[in-house]
């Protein structure tokens, strides 16, 4: 694999409002600005409920029904504003990751039978792309199961293994590892950095688990909750992997107590931030 | 084992065990009810005269009237069938998929489930004489409105989160509805087509009252006329038979063309 052209990521001044009943807006996103530039894993810290998974599918390009999503902002790839569907990013969701009815192989190669992908690459070339992201993931000998006979990591490890054959130049984590226990999700996180160091491209990393943070992320842009504001962000220079030595350190600590900090006073205590051993 | 636990495994051989008692428990009844006379034969033949009497249907002279019945009752079964799924799953797709669509064709479907279809015969008669057009018309009615509201459901009740991540990964809209959204649906829709195609079994006697010259229905109603009684329990047992037969042959096949949903 070579490496993904660079991307410019601009968020400017996004709102997102939500109608409640009796007429009142119920603003969940207040004015975020952010900018990414260069590849890297950018994680987006917050408690749950805060806006980031909303701010995750409006940079997908992708909102739900009956939504207007920004409320107002815009969003640019590129210097281009993108309110649809486009194929910059590709995202990785929690859950509902895989298709049930295709087997392990068809999930990683679905994208390749919509028109968008079938123009751009022949036949030829989307499975070897496939069959070296199945390898890569370590799934090459399961590609004919369906995923319900799969783990929780091993699902995920497909919906890696199919946004990356895609070759993103944006990769849009929603808390992927959050549903996974803690070995596994541990196992999962060493496999994104080997992943990361094949395809650099620029990946933002929800969660709200503040060790992950500081183990995956070259930056950490804190969140808060009820109205989703930036209370800090931040940037981490230790190379990857991270030991579990520089995870004791005076450094991690300092910056484990910084998040937390933050997170309560523009909280107010509201939400929650998991700490994993 | 406590007999009350909704969860509780049965082995294959309790469940057959337990069914077949029920059947010989029936027909124990049945036999003592009509047998010692409790009951004239008129009202209830024996089990044993309806045996008889499926053995003359089945074979006599030389042809085989139950055959020739059932051929073309399933026949029409078929043919309703064919036209059921041709039109039924295409229009619930698309109402399932197309929210406008829905509110369009929604009032001229659903109020037919709670219509008395076989109060329509007379006026399919009217409208297309007594030919094979009205009884398969008849059992395409009966069979539809029940399917297109399934259909529709089955499309509707795939989890918007799957919409939203087969649209990232760059599908149109169409795209969506046709490589995620229905191929998600089939087990669903195949229930749908399941229960449309049990359904028109039920129906048959009654498309077939009106000037049938052969079919199951015609053969009850023609035993009826002479009060043979026997024969027209023969000729419903076949039914049944038959109605399970399809069910259980239609099931078979939708586990084998959709075995992840059995593994879920």
């Given at each position: 694999?070579?490496?993904?052209s660079?991307?410019s990521?601009?968020?400017?001044?996004i709102?997102?409002?939500?109608?409640?009943?009796?007429?009142?807006k119920?603003?969940?996103?207040?004015?975020?600005?952010?900018?990414f530039n260069?590849?890297g894993?950018?994680?987006l810290?917050g408690?749950?409920?805060?806006?980031?998974?909303?701010?995750?599918?409006?940079?997908g390009?992708?909102?739900?029904a009956?939504?207007?999503?920004?409320?107002?902002?815009?969003?640019?790839?590129?210097?281009a504003?993108?309110?649809?569907?486009?194929?910059?990013?590709?995202?990785?969701?929690?859950?509902?990751?895989?298709?049930p009815?295709?087997t392990?192989?068809?999930?990683?190669?679905?994208?390749?039978?919509?028109?968008?992908?079938?123009?751009k690459?022949?036949?030829s070339?989307?499975?070897?792309?496939?069959?070296?992201?199945l390898k890569?993931?370590?799934?090459?000998?399961?590609k004919?199961l369906?995923?319900?006979?799969?783990?929780?990591?091993q699902n995920?490890?497909?919906?890696?293994?199919?946004a990356?054959?895609?070759?993103?130049?944006i990769?849009?984590?929603?808390?992927?590892?959050?549903?996974l226990?803690?070995q596994?999700?541990?196992e999962?996180?060493?496999?994104?950095?080997e992943?990361?160091?094949?395809?650099?491209?620029?990946?933002?990393?929800?969660t709200?688990?503040v060790?992950?943070?500081l183990?995956?992320?070259?930056?950490?842009?804190?969140l808060?909750t009820?109205?989703a504001?930036v209370?800090d962000d931040?940037?981490?220079?230790?190379a990857r992997?991270?030991?579990?030595a520089?995870?004791?350190?005076?450094e991690?600590?300092?910056?484990e107590?910084?998040?937390?900090?933050?997170?309560?006073?523009?909280?107010?205590?509201?939400?929650?931030?998991r700490?994993?051993? | 084992?406590s007999?009350?636990?909704?969860?509780?495994a049965?082995?294959?051989?309790?469940r057959r065990?337990?069914?077949?008692a029920?059947?010989?428990?029936v027909?124990?009844?049945?036999?003592?009810?009509?047998?010692?006379?409790?009951?004239?034969?008129?009202?209830?033949?024996?089990?044993w005269?309806?045996?008889?009497?499926?053995a003359?249907?089945?074979?006599?002279?030389?042809?085989?009237?139950?055959?020739t019945?059932?051929?073309?009752s399933a026949?029409?079964v078929?043919?309703?069938?064919?036209?059921v799924?041709a039109?039924?799953?295409p229009v619930?797709?698309?109402m399932g998929?197309?929210?406008?669509l829905n509110?369009?064709?929604?009032p001229l479907?659903?109020?037919?489930?709670?219509?008395?279809v076989?109060?329509l015969?007379?006026?399919?008669?009217m409208?297309?004489?007594?030919?094979?057009t009205?009884?398969?018309?008849f059992l395409?009615?009966?069979?539809v409105?029940?399917?297109?509201p399934?259909?529709?459901?089955?499309?509707?009740?795939?989890?918007?989160?799957y919409?939203?991540?087969?649209r990232?990964?760059?599908?149109?809209h169409?795209e969506?509805v046709?490589?995620?959204?229905?191929?998600?649906?089939?087990p669903?829709i195949?229930?749908?087509?399941?229960?449309?195609?049990?359904?028109?079994?039920?129906?048959i006697?009654v498309a077939?009252?009106?000037?049938?010259?052969?079919?199951?229905?015609?053969?009850i109603?023609?035993a009826?006329r002479?009060?043979?009684?026997?024969?027209v329990?023969a000729?419903?047992?076949?039914?049944?038979?038959?109605?399970?037969?399809?069910y259980?042959?239609?099931?078979?096949?939708?586990?084998?063309?959709?075995?992840?949903?059995?593994?879920?």
């Amino acid at each position: 694999m070579n490496a993904a052209s660079p991307v410019s990521l601009v968020l400017k001044n996004i709102v997102q409002e939500y109608a409640m009943p009796g007429g009142k807006k119920n603003r969940v996103i207040d004015d975020i600005n952010l900018e990414f530039n260069q590849p890297g894993i950018n994680m987006l810290l917050g408690p749950s409920g805060c806006g980031k998974s909303t701010l995750m599918t409006m940079m997908g390009g992708v909102r739900p029904a009956g939504v207007d999503s920004p409320t107002s902002g815009t969003i640019l790839i590129d210097g281009a504003e993108c309110n649809d569907a486009h194929d910059d990013a590709v995202m990785v969701f929690q859950r509902y990751a895989n298709r049930p009815d295709l087997t392990v192989y068809e999930n990683v190669a679905f994208p390749f039978r919509l028109a968008l992908w079938k123009k751009k690459l022949s036949k030829s070339e989307w499975q070897q792309r496939v069959e070296e992201m199945l390898k890569a993931v370590g799934l090459s000998d399961k590609k004919n199961l369906y995923p319900a006979q799969l783990s929780g990591g091993q699902n995920q490890r497909v919906a890696l293994a199919r946004a990356l054959a895609l070759r993103p130049r944006i990769l849009l984590m929603d808390e992927p590892f959050g549903a996974l226990d803690a070995q596994i999700r541990e196992e999962m996180q060493q496999l994104l950095i080997e992943l990361y160091k094949a395809w650099p491209c620029l990946i933002i990393f929800v969660t709200h688990d503040v060790t992950e943070a500081l183990l995956l992320g070259d930056r950490v842009i804190v969140l808060s909750t009820q109205p989703a504001l930036v209370a800090d962000d931040f940037e981490i220079t230790e190379a990857r992997p991270r030991s579990s030595a520089w995870q004791r350190s005076t450094e991690a600590v300092k910056l484990e107590e910084r998040i937390l900090s933050k997170l309560h006073n523009a909280s107010g205590g509201r939400g929650a931030v998991r700490v994993s051993i | 084992m406590s007999l009350w636990n909704p969860y509780a495994a049965l082995t294959s051989g309790q469940r057959r065990g337990l069914g077949l008692a029920a059947v010989v428990l029936v027909i124990a009844i049945w036999s003592a009810v009509s047998g010692f006379g409790l009951v004239g034969p008129v009202k209830l033949p024996t089990p044993w005269s309806v045996l008889e009497a499926f053995a003359y249907l089945a074979w006599n002279d030389g042809k085989s009237l139950l055959l020739t019945a059932t051929l073309w009752s399933a026949g029409r079964v078929a043919a309703a069938g064919v036209l059921v799924i041709a039109i039924g799953v295409p229009v619930g797709i698309l109402m399932g998929s197309a929210p406008k669509l829905n509110a369009f064709l929604s009032p001229l479907v659903d109020p037919f489930r709670s219509a008395p279809v076989v109060a329509l015969l007379p006026i399919l008669v009217m409208w297309l004489g007594i030919g094979e057009t009205m009884k398969i018309a008849f059992l395409f009615i009966g069979a539809v409105v029940y399917l297109i509201p399934m259909v529709r459901d089955a499309i509707q009740a795939v989890p918007q989160s799957y919409w939203i991540s087969t649209r990232d990964l760059g599908a149109t809209h169409w795209e969506c509805v046709i490589k995620a959204i229905v191929p998600m649906a089939m087990p669903r829709i195949a229930d749908a087509i399941i229960v449309g195609i049990s359904m028109m079994w039920t129906y048959i006697t009654v498309a077939e009252y009106v000037n049938a010259r052969e079919g199951l229905g015609q053969l009850i109603q023609n035993a009826r006329r002479f009060s043979a009684m026997d024969q027209v329990f023969a000729g419903i047992i076949v039914i049944i038979a038959l109605a399970l037969v399809t069910y259980q042959l239609m099931l078979g096949l939708k586990k084998k063309l959709y075995p992840w949903e059995t593994s879920l």
